[in-house]
């Protein structure tokens, strides 16, 4: 591989799968909650655990399979994370 971070590619590609797989059971989860009670703030849960899984799997596919730099992975990883956390937080300030 071209890049210094090759020795570190299989601890990313394990770490980013398991957020992904308990991203994706939580994203699930608080849909099927939401789905049961129609609760606006399980939807922002819900869209939130998305957004960070989502993060996860983009900022993974960038570095892993179209060969972006790292960095430029970690930015979008980031970007999607802290978006979520936003969507999360407001998810949870908010009253029913």
Do not use: W
């Given at each position: 591989?071209?890049?210094?971070t ?36 399980l ?7 998305g ?46």
């Open positions: 591989m071209p890049h210094e090759a020795i570190y590619d299989p601890a990313i590609v394990v770490l980013m799968g398991a957020i992904f797989c308990l991203g994706g059971a939580i994203t699930y989860f608080a849909y099927k909650a939401y789905s049961r009670t129609g609760d606006p703030s939807r922002g849960l819900m869209l939130g655990f957004s960070v899984t989502i993060g996860a799997l983009v900022g993974g596919i960038a570095h892993q399979l179209f060969d972006f730099p790292l960095e430029f992975g970690i930015v979008i990883n980031a970007g999607l994370t802290a978006a979520g956390f936003a969507i999360i937080t407001y998810s949870l300030y908010i009253e029913t």
